[in-house]
């Protein structure tokens, strides 16, 4: 069956539809819109491009923001018929809504192969000379892990400022954390037009001003470069050295995301212009579409965002999502972006249930109060009453009389994990045990429960619920175990990593690796305890949290540290290094499993494998793109001029050959083969490699055993590089018989080519699929 992006995307560019993503009604409330304007088509008798729009196009109370460094235009807050009368000014290249985004929500340095002082964190000197940009929701600057102990000055190319605010003063920035600022106009002109229903800026709970008030922001920044810090936990739980991957990087937090409000895409663009005028080298961003729904690239201010910073040689690693394991659920889908999907890595806390019949299902907690002791309680499950209400343990939903003293066990979904608990002690429950359904399947991750609880598998609910409904008295206790380090395997594809393929261009294998990003340990704000939830009354220096949010940090600081060894690498060529070197094995040399299945992961799972740092350092070869390689992809998927202007900001002319997407020089390779087509299908794709390691070196292929009914054939099969010539192209053929060929359940078959030296491996995945005709 074909793919649906396939359908829309030919409707969309060949039947004519208008670039013009605004929803445009007859409804006059007044909305924010982003304006992509020909910044060349400023008329001389205006001093600004700021003087040309608040006379032209918007009143000056109307504008939010000016953007000028990765993107040409303005946004501003007008009704849809005046943001329609706009864009018929021919120096108006496009309009959209500003839509509302969501974030992506100690040990794993050490996982991803930084065991020590030698290799790639000594050679880079922990990246003390990059700065690391993060999008997010602030920072606690008090925190250890923002320490300028020790610290040199500044780097010179800085040109940032620290903004101050409430309960944020310049003195908060340091050596450390070299510049903060916020970005709420958007943010508040929505909450002026959303009416009831959207609060806006809480400054009950929040801080205008770059202070977090959330933990996210705090959290990420830190696992990405934060300081050592000695004796770290949550309660107990994780206890030793935190500390990010780049520990001497330097930090920059832009703040574009609020407590329970979300972020918007016009301040979010707002951010990476500044972050870009700034001079940091790596932005960090784990945000995106809370619909599932990735847009095309022209009008995905994130994308945009991204390709202009990219353009100006600063690497953007953003997460992947966290509707894993649906197949097509990877978001940041733009070649220019890293997109970071999550693993597990060797630290669990486990939690056992252990049932009146002497049964013990496996669990995770990060409960640290009084423990149950081994005492039996009775247990009760609400859903067999068949109200869905009950069985979610939603608010007012349960019987006190039905479940006072006892064990309660409450279904994953709808409200909160931990919120569930405090239902359930509401209600004079004892304890709690929250059961995974079908969609969540075998995926937990630990949480900071207030009363004696843990998460089970789906299939552990099902073998406790069918407890309950087999013995008059059900009981059970919860034995909570701690932490526990040197868990296999590690790392497993986490059950809600953004999965493949990409549902944009599916020549493009997204996500492109993964990284730890389950039960992380990192720092944590002052303002709300380890749940988040508004009584939660504790205060704690760290918190554990998990998400491809948690992973994409991890991939920003790797960037910092290789950019700092590496300086004169592009952000492709630092993407490259990560992907070729990825591991595709856990921690008993077995193939990497998917934690939704508990059977092998893919490439659609994991891209091109799981970071490892230390490889990463040496690649020995690297697939380099440069930004007239990516405007030729734009070409090959069918924009024009006009279309790709609005994400490269100069108008850019397409060969007259049209290009073929599968051609950008990318470290994976994606095969599409028509599904109608019988008999053997043959594609080539085309790469070039350039020579990062010694100047003399020989390099020849190796091509992992095809899967049945496919043949790969590499030209020439032996790459010699030299100090004159240092880079070499290569032809790969896939050929596929549609008659031996059988796909796997992901609807594709998979594979990998090497180029090997002897001492290097790098090595990129195949994917092979078919897809139905446009």
């Known amino acids: 069956m074909a793919p649906p992006f396939i359908l829309v995307f030919f409707f969309f560019f060949f039947f004519g539809v208008p670039l013009n993503a605004a929803s445009f009604s007859h409804d006059q409330a007044v909305k924010t819109y982003i304006f992509r304007v020909d910044g060349d088509s400023k008329p001389s008798i205006f001093p600004t491009h700021y003087h040309w ?76 000379d990059v700065i690391v940009g993060v999008f997010d929701t602030g920072v606690w600057p008090e925190r250890r892990s923002f320490s300028d102990l020790n610290l040199g000055p500044v780097p010179a190319k800085w040109k940032g400022i620290c903004e101050t605010g409430v309960r944020f003063a310049r003195t908060n920035c340091n050596r450390k954390l070299v510049g903060a600022r916020f970005f709420a106009k958007g943010h508040e002109a929505a909450a002026k037009g959303a009416g009831p229903g959207f609060g806006g800026i809480n400054e009950t709970v929040e801080f205008r001003s770059p202070r977090d008030a959330d933990g996210h922001g705090t959290h990420t920044a830190s696992t990405a470069a934060g300081r050592y810090a000695f004796k770290a936990s949550m309660s107990g739980y994780a206890a030793g050295i935190a500390k990010g991957v780049a520990p001497k990087a330097r930090l920059a937090v832009y703040k574009v995301c609020w407590k329970n409000s979300g972020c918007f895409d016009s301040d979010i663009l707002a951010a990476f212009d500044a972050a870009v005028a700034d001079g940091v080298d790596v932005i960090s961003i784990s945000i995106g579409g809370g619909d599932g729904i990735s847009s095309p690239y022209y009008l995905d201010p994130i994308a945009i965002g991204s390709f202009g910073a990219v353009s100006k040689g600063v690497f953007v690693s953003a997460s992947a999502g966290n509707d894993g394991p649906n197949g097509m659920s990877v978001t940041n889908l733009a070649p220019w972006q890293t997109s970071v999907g999550a693993g597990t890595i060797d630290r669990n806390f486990p939690a056992d249930v252990v049932l009146g019949n002497g049964k013990r299902l496996s669990g995770v907690s990060l409960y640290s109060g009084v423990p149950l002791k081994g005492k039996m309680y009775s247990l009760v499950y609400p859903g067999k009453s068949g109200i869905l209400a009950a069985s979610l343990c939603m608010e007012n939903s349960l019987d006190s009389t039905m479940v006072k003293g006892k064990i309660v066990v409450c279904d994953r979904g709808s409200n909160p994990r931990v919120a569930k608990g405090l239902v359930v002690r509401k209600a004079g429950g004892i304890g709690m045990i929250l059961a995974n359904g079908i969609s969540n399947g075998e995926g937990l991750v630990g949480d900071a429960h207030l009363i004696p609880a843990c998460a089970v598998g789906s299939d552990e609910g099902d073998a406790l619920k069918s407890y309950i409904s087999s013995t008059s008295k059900p009981t059970a206790t919860i034995d909570f175990k701690g932490t526990v380090i040197g868990i296999k395997p590690a790392p497993v594809v986490a059950s809600f990593s953004g999965r493949g393929p990409n549902g944009l261009n599916p020549e493009i294998l997204k996500p492109d690796l993964i990284a730890p990003g389950v039960n992380i340990l990192a720092a944590w704000t002052d ?204 032809v790969v053929t896939v050929s596929a018989d549609s008659r031996r060929i059988e796909m796997g359940e992901s609807g594709a078959v998979f594979g990998s080519l090497s180029w090997s030296d002897g001492k290097h491996v790098v090595r990129s995945p195949i994917v092979v699929t078919q897809v139905e005709p446009l």
């Open 53 to 128: 729009y608040s006379s032209e196009f918007a009143d000056p109370v109307q504008i939010l923001h000016v953007y000028d460094v990765v993107f040409h235009g303005f946004s501003a807050t007008l009704t849809p018929d005046r943001a329609a009368s706009i864009l018929q000014n021919p120096s108006v290249l496009a309009v959209f809504d500003d839509h509302r985004r969501e974030l992506h929500t100690t040990r794993s340095p050490q996982f991803l192969g930084l065991r020590n002082q030698r290799g790639l964190w000594s050679e880079s000197d922990y990246g003390s």
């Open 527 to 730: 303002a709300v305890g380890p749940t988040g939830l508004d009584s939660d009354s504790r205060k704690t220096e760290f918190n554990i949290l998990s998400g491809t949010s948690m992973a994409c940090p991890h991939v920003s600081g790797a960037a910092a540290l290789l950019k700092s060894a590496h300086p004169d690498w592009s952000p492709a060529a630092i993407r490259s290094a990560m992907m070729t070197t990825a591991s595709i094995t856990d921690n008993r040399l077995q193939p990497m499993i998917d934690e939704a299945t508990g059977k092998p992961s893919t490439p659609y799972d994991f891209g091109a494998g799981n970071l490892n740092l230390d490889q990463a350092m040496d690649p020995g070869l690297v697939y380099d793109i440069t930004n007239a390689d990516y405007v030729n992809f734009l070409c090959s998927i069918g924009y024009n001029s006009k279309i790709i202007q609005v994400i490269t900001r100069s108008p850019e002319t397409c060969p007259a050959k049209k290009p073929l997407p599968e051609n950008l020089n990318y470290p994976s390779i994606s095969a599409l083969f028509p599904a109608t087509s019988v008999g053997v299908s043959t594609k080539s794709f085309i790469r070039t490699l350039t020579n990062v390691g010694p100047p003399n070196s020989v390099y020849r292929v190796k091509i992992e055993t095809p899967p049945k009914g496919v043949t790969v054939a590499v030209k020439p099969a032996k790459l010699v590089f030299s100090e004159k010539m240092k880079k070499q192209s290569f």
